[in-house]
């Protein structure tokens, strides 16, 4: 009788220790489980909190087209992210509801560290309108041989003369390309030039890494929307010298120069009078020469720029990142927003 009590007390405490293993497994499992949806839940909130971002960033460019409707700059909202009346920042943390610590940011990486709200495409080179045919517009390709130059290829004409064949439909390439690996159409995103880069280096031991050596270089300067022209209010130093080098050698291509101005010297003057005062159209850019004695020579070459720039920008790319006070989960969305022809979204990626 005694063994049989042993007997039960043991299998007892076996069931006993077997239903508290799977007691604690499942604790464990449903712990798991809800933490998985507390995480989706926030995942779902910081996303549509940066689509938030991205509607309202959308809302102001749309104000902004009516409010200036011939130029922008540095100066309009849609890079300040301040509102001009309160001196409010638009655009940082902004809060679905008051306390509730949902919030989303709008702005991009700019100069160092620097960040604007949005930023205009228009202010780079269009790597698609630059691959054009020599005949009618050599002044496309001078740019961009200058802007591989600028970053350092040696052979910057090679690269350049690789690049149209590679996009250029018109060109036949089946005795230079019989892997057939040439797109000959534009590229879709500026990550396109990659592969380029990669089949110009294939020589060397590293292809790869020099091309995204050169790819990092220019990748900030380069762009596949717009309609080609430069948006003279917000382009860079480095782009600024790049097309007046190019209008430069252009001038001298053709005889309207034969003695070379000093390139330096306008770019600084062209980024001097923009800080305070942008340039609203072509003649404002060319009434510059007179207070600033210009020589006949600079003054070709800015009537020569003033073929290839533009005064106001219609493609932003927007960076909206949404995320909830005490979280850990963020997410971000970038966009490319075209007001022209018609208002659109023309690029989407989320993190």
């Not at 049989?4 to 604790?27: Q, T």
């Not at 509607?55 to 992210?81: C, H, M, R, V």
């Not at 300067?221 to 190019?246: H, K, P, Q």
């Not at 600084?268 to 159209?281: G, H």
Request: hydrophobic letters at 35%.
């Amino acid at each position: 009788m005694q063994n049989k009590k042993g007997s039960i007390l043991l299998i007892s405490s076996w069931v006993l220790l077997i239903l508290v293993i799977l007691a604690v497994s499942l604790g464990h499992r449903s712990s798991i489980a809800l933490r998985l949806c507390v995480y989706q839940r926030d995942s779902l909130k910081a996303s549509y909190l940066a689509k938030a971002g991205i509607n309202q960033a959308i809302q102001q460019l749309k104000e902004d087209a009516s409010a200036s409707p011939f130029y922008n700059s540095f100066k309009s909202i849609w890079s300040t992210g301040v509102d001009p009346l309160t001196s409010e920042p638009l655009f940082e943390n902004v809060e679905i509801r008051d306390g509730s610590g949902e919030k989303f940011t709008v702005h991009y990486p700019y100069d160092d560290k620097k960040y604007l709200c949005m930023m205009d495409e228009e202010r780079k080179i269009n790597i698609n309108k630059a691959v054009a045919d020599p005949i009618s517009q050599p002044l496309g390709q001078l740019i961009l041989t200058k802007l591989f130059y600028f970053a350092g290829v040696t052979d910057a004409d090679g690269l350049k003369n690789l690049v149209i064949k590679w996009i250029n439909p018109a060109i036949n390439n089946k005795d230079e390309d019989p892997g057939q690996i040439f797109k000959n159409s534009d590229l879709e995103t500026v990550q396109e030039l990659l592969p380029i880069l990669e089949f110009f280096y294939k020589d060397e031991n590293s292809p790869s890494l020099k091309a995204k050596e050169i790819y990092e270089k220019i990748k900030d300067l380069i762009t596949v929307y717009g309609d080609g022209r430069v948006n003279i209010n917000t382009a860079s130093e480095e782009i600024l010298g790049i097309l007046i080098n190019s209008c430069i050698d252009e001038c001298i291509n053709n005889g309207a120069i034969t003695v070379r101005p000093d390139s330096q010297n306008l770019v600084n003057l062209i980024s001097t009078i923009r800080k305070d005062t942008p340039f609203e159209n072509s003649g404002a850019l060319s009434s510059v020469s007179v207070p600033n004695n210009l020589s006949s020579e600079e003054k070709n070459v800015l009537n020569k720029l003033t073929e290839i720039i533009t005064f106001k920008s219609n493609n932003f790319r927007i960076n909206s990142t949404g995320e909830i006070t005490g979280k850990t989960i963020s997410k971000t969305i970038t966009c490319v927003f075209s007001r022209s022809p018609v208002n659109k979204i023309i690029y989407w990626h989320e993190n």
